[in-house]
């Protein structure tokens, strides 16, 4: 599944290729993925692309002169891929050489730009979507996220003040888009680790000192995916087929009965907040 970094990956290079872009027409492959508007293709037609913005993981694109707005999500499976004169880039969900064949099987939109380039947006899954939204609902959808942590207003003592109430563990804290927005499951677990905290401990137990360090370790590991390029994320084209590699810098997701590279106690694997939860014993403390 896409997370934070991979979708701020992918929206800083859309954001690149389609800003100033007039869209010429709507391809609707699966009616579910616009939310079953008809009219999609009619209201978008003419409109010029102003900006894409993102809040959590939703993207938001932005028209010129129109109070429009198109709100996209990848979920488990979108990506978006943007194709100019033969020339493929983007991403989102790992990628296949099927998924770069376009429009191929899983193809949901296709946004064809004049100039001749397209957008596409696949989803096997068809979680995803892209739907045309108001000024209102766009208020809405951004009044349901916390501050980022790796946002410049975000404010690490009012975290430690709002965690330090809560009587959740630190890991569900974390997982609450509504209250610290942006971190899904892999980057809990490893900033939890390099703040030495276990998963299961509850906010209302640990100092503000620690709650700090929590903090800190959540701004410092997305901002470290996004240098990379993201986790899971693959991009090509235009960067020579590098793959995001955050995957190489992960030291507690997906290692279980593995030695923890500190201290060499094996990682173990719980479920905590209903989600597959890794830390070292020793390292993290309760
Ligand atoms: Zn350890």
Redesign the pocket.
Do not use: H
């Given at each position: 599944m896409p997370e934070l970094p991979e979708v701020e990956t992918v929206r800083l290079q859309l954001r690149q290729k389609v800003r100033g872009k007039t869209i010429a027409c709507v391809e609707v492959f699966h009616p579910k993925t616009v939310a079953h508007d008809r009219a999609i293709g009619r209201k978008l037609k003419g409109l010029t692309i102003a900006d894409i913005d993102r809040v959590g993981k939703l993207l938001i694109v932005s028209f010129q002169d129109s109070a429009h707005h198109l709100l996209a999500h990848l979920k488990m499976t979108g990506q978006f891929l943007y194709v100019d004169k033969g020339k493929v880039s983007g991403g989102g969900h790992t990628l296949s050489p099927i998924d770069t064949t376009l429009p191929s099987k899983h193809t949901r939109v296709a946004f064809h730009l004049e100039g001749g380039s397209t957008l596409y947006f696949n989803d096997m899954r068809l979680f995803g979507y892209t739907k045309l939204a108001s000024p209102r609902e766009v208020e809405e959808a951004r009044a349901a996220f916390g501050p980022e942590p790796i946002s410049d207003t975000f404010d690490v003592e009012a975290f430690v003040r709002g965690a330090k109430k809560r009587r959740t563990p630190i890991k569900a804290i974390l997982l609450d888009q509504s209250f610290i927005a942006g971190l899904g499951n892999i980057y809990v677990d490893e900033a939890l680790f390099r703040a030495g905290v276990r998963p299961t401990s509850l906010g209302t137990s640990l100092s503000l000192p620690r709650l700090r360090l929590v903090a800190v370790a959540a701004r410092d590991v997305l901002s470290e995916s996004i240098a990379v390029g993201g986790t899971t994320f693959q991009h090509f084209a235009d960067t020579g087929g590098e793959k995001g590699n955050f995957s190489d810098y992960l030291r507690v997701f997906g290692k279980q009965n593995t030695p923890?590279a500190?201290?060499?106690?094996n990682i173990v694997k719980i479920r905590c907040a209903g989600r597959g939860t890794h830390y070292?014993p020793?390292?993290q403390k309760p």
């Open positions: 923890c500190v201290c060499g106690t070292c020793k390292c």
